[in-house]
């Protein structure tokens, strides 16, 4: 009985230990990943993927679809709890809870969304132990992230007649340097602002357009440091440095739904959105213009809420054709490689890993495929929620976090 305990203790040990290791070994720190474009580039696939991951933890953690961050051996997390917002952090290895802070956060539904809950459905951003918020109906906060301490916020009430979109706030904060940068307002009347990390204040704003539903990304095109998103009717560049419009492209989806997070690969933009076709444009600039050209489009796969990602030179997502096609793309033609029967799922979340495509699905599964441009070639399929999932999960380690519509759960290979 003796050995069987020292056995039992020192399994534990080192279990403890091992969990430690993969909660340090990388950080998932805001929408999408470390670069913002899906890839965990210190993600180990195991040698031999199990039938059935293993469930380190799972734990009740508010309704919405925002996406936990992991930074600095915790899990971060916006959720809402009854008429509140709620932001906390759990320690990656175990799930307990470090710390939670909460705050009024009434919202009332567009009558279109009601399935999709009150939210909130905008990624936590962490930088520096700093972790930004911005809540489903524009409240922007700024904490510490050790304790939960409020550092600064904005709600934005006096500066535009409404503090979100239609369907609420769904756009993720981008960290650059000492600005954090958020599409601020509402339908028809908002600003893309640069607001001081420290303090909250506005280091520019670009007024000319309102907010999307996408997330802005930090690229260099052409040698300038700028950001690019898709706001209410247009795909726009914005220069990092003072907020000047460099070129814009208009684009308007049906009900104005622009959603898709536009993927940025050398001098090539690509973007999508609900029945229009998946376009690349080529950014260039001389003696201070900017040129944008289209390089190819592809209307056979067009997609409305899930932002695909870049593997090998080619692009892998989910089309919303025929209930859900994944699909691949060369990037350098438009031509599609291949796609899938169809029925997958309504929406689903892109990552990769070295040689691996994984999609996280709204109906709970996460299907690992290898970056295939000759053929869908699925590795594994495990199925991880036993709700709808449309938070992106966080792929840190040898495992995985993922929020369904209440519950928060990580697991290892």
Known sequence: MMI??????????????????????QEWPQWRGPARTGAAVDFKPPAAWPDRPKQIWKVQAGAGHASPIVASGRVFL?????????????????????????YDAPYQMNPAATSHGKGPKSTPAHDRGRLFTFGIGGILSAWQAQDGRLLWRRDFKKEFPTTSPGFGVAMSPVVAGELVIVHAGGDGNGAVLALDVSSGATKWAWKGDGPAYASPVVADLAGTRQIVTQSQKHVIGLSLADGRLLWEIPFVTDYEQNSVTPIVVKDLVIYAGLNKPTTAARLSAAAGKWQVSTVWQ???LPMYMSTPVESGGYLFGLTNRNRGQFFCIDLGTGKTMWTTKGREAENAAFLTAGPLVM?????????VLRGNAKAFEPVKRYTLAESPVWAHPALVGGGIVVKDLDTLAYWVF
Request: glycine fraction near 6%; hydrophobic fraction near 50%.
């Open 298 to 300: 592809n209307a056979d």
């Open 78 to 102: 916006l959720s809402r709890m009854g008429e509140q917002e709620a932001v906390s952090a759990r320690d990656l290895a175990t799930g307990k809870e470090i710390w939670r802070v909460v």
């Open 359 to 367: 999609a996280m699905t709204t109906e709970g599964e996460l299907v």
């Open 4 to 25: 069987h305990t020292k056995r039992t203790h020192v399994v534990a040990v080192l279990l403890g230990l091992v969990l430690c290791a993969l909660a340090q070994a």
